[in-house]
């Protein structure tokens, strides 16, 4: 099983970067898949998720501006992030989560930095 993070790096206030997640070694259509962040001494939160059938969520503190996809035949997640900002600096982590047998699935994180 891999997760791999990608599209990450340096972006100036007010940029976009699109971050990918490539899957393999389990069946990705029917996982939940989430987007994480973390920086030094806070704990991991939770930045968006997708359903297996599309539904999406988001921390408050990136409604509007960031969005979650899944591309089901390239078994990949996407996060398309805009109007980013400084707090949004964060390593950033994909997870895949399979509700009903309870497994969960991480990536080793992508970093993104938002200075100008």
């Known amino acids: 099983v891999q997760l791999v993070e990608s599209g990450g790096g340096l972006v100036q206030p007010g940029g976009s970067l699109r971050l990918s997640c490539a899957a393999s070694?389990?069946?990705?259509?029917?996982?939940?898949m989430s987007w994480y962040r973390q920086v030094p001494g806070k704990e991991r939160e939770l930045v968006a998720g997708?359903?297996?059938?599309?539904?999406?969520i988001y921390a408050d503190s990136v409604k509007g501006r960031f969005t979650i996809s899944r591309d089901n035949a390239k078994n990949t997640a996407y996060l398309q992030m805009n109007s980013l900002k400084p707090e949004d600096t964060a390593v950033y982590y994909c997870?895949?989560?399979?509700?009903?047998?309870?497994?969960?699935?991480w990536g080793k994180g992508t970093l993104v930095t938002v200075s100008s």
């Open positions: 997870k895949a989560k399979h509700y009903a047998i309870r497994v969960d699935y």
């Open positions: 070694g389990f069946t990705f259509s029917t996982y939940g």
């Open positions: 997708i359903s297996p059938d599309y539904i999406t």
